[in-house]
């Protein structure tokens, strides 16, 4: 099964337009997630389940959000 995110940009010059980046581990809505190299906090906000025909790999898109965590949630460590 394979995972995407699709986080909704909400900076300046790119208003709106989409990106794609794909998860290891599954999460709900409502989940934080912290990605790394874009140092960029998101909130799930929406999950859609691709059943494949005939077998094949599901697809799981996550739709997100840019935000900040609530201050009891911290990036990994390094």
Not at 11 to 31: C, H, I, M, T, W
């Amino acid at each position: 099964m394979r995972i995407y995110c699709h986080i909704r940009s909400t900076s300046s010059g790119r208003a709106n337009k989409p990106n794609y980046f794909e998860l290891e581990r599954e999460a709900q809505v409502g989940d934080f997630v912290y990605f790394k190299l874009a140092d960029l906090w998101v909130v799930i906000t929406a999950k859609y389940i691709f059943m494949a025909e005939g077998g094949g790999d599901s697809i799981i898109v996550l739709d997100a959000l840019a935000t900040v965590p609530p201050t009891t949630i911290r990036p990994p460590a390094a």
